[in-house]
């Protein structure tokens, strides 16, 4: 299985709204609502912040949204801040029943 | 409150066998999927795979060949095995949870993440 594409990097003033990008086939990101987006912090832990393209776990900031349009799937992050700068991976459910991972985004808030 | 800890050897010569155990604390093994997750050092995430509590289990294709997944309900530890191993398998690997919500157990969802633990293949 091939890791799902994503920009190597994004960024954003504070305050503004980016969208990351993240896409698949028709195997994955295109063929199931299982797309799910983490947040890591350098030396961190990824952080669950939306599942099945468009929830959030309780706790997350409902500045953070996820959408999908056939193969591609997307993260938006409004009001951008700070603390917001960080890696940003999405990962898809695949036909053959297991998980795929995107290359990651770097996000930086100017 | 639950927390998972990785433990085993942070160097590993090549063509040998890596071995990690997860300790979960705090909750039960039972009723959950446990996954392992790599990422090589400034690079990205890698599903290694899964095992539900049950012991039914699932792998990344491209290591299949090479992994195996264990899990102990009564020590509550599921562990990694991945044999012949490369320079290509330096990574930190961290052990993680499915997420559970509304009384459904995913295990394509990690909620609780060990620290993660740096395993070198190096002779």
């Known amino acids: 299985q091939s890791a799902l594409t994503q920009p190597a990097s994004v960024s954003g003033s504070p305050g503004q709204s980016i969208t990351i990008s993240c896409t698949g086939t028709?195997?994955?990101?295109?063929?199931?609502?299982?797309v799910s987006w983490y947040q890591q912090h350098p030396g961190k832990v990824p952080k669950l912040m939306i599942y099945d393209v468009s929830k959030r776990p309780s706790g997350v900031s409902n500045r953070f949204s996820g959408s999908k349009s056939g193969n591609t799937a997307s993260l938006t992050i409004s009001g951008l801040q700070a603390e917001d700068e960080a890696d940003y991976y999405c990962s898809s459910y695949t036909s053959s029943s297991t998980l795929v991972f995107g290359g990651g985004t770097k996000l930086t808030v100017l | 409150q639950v927390q998972l800890q990785e433990s085993g050897p942070g160097l590993v010569k090549p063509s040998e066998t890596l071995s990690l155990t997860c300790t979960v604390s705090g909750d039960s093994i039972s009723s959950y999927y446990w996954n392992w997750i790599r990422q090589p050092p400034g690079k990205g995430l890698e599903w290694v795979g899964y095992?539900?509590?049950?012991?039914?289990?699932k792998y990344n294709p491209s290591l299949k060949s090479r992994v195996t997944i264990l899990v102990d309900t009564s020590k509550n530890q599921f562990s990694l095995k991945l044999t012949s191993v490369t320079a290509s398998d330096t990574a930190m690997y961290y052990c993680?949870?499915?997420?559970?919500?509304?009384?459904?157990?995913?295990?394509?969802?990690?909620?609780?993440w060990g620290q993660g633990t740096l395993v070198t293949v190096s002779s």
């Open positions: 028709s195997s994955d990101v295109g063929g199931y609502d299982y």
């Open positions: 993680a949870r499915g997420f559970c919500s509304g009384g459904n157990c995913y295990s394509r969802l990690f909620d609780c």
């Open positions: 095992i539900h509590y049950s012991g039914s289990t």
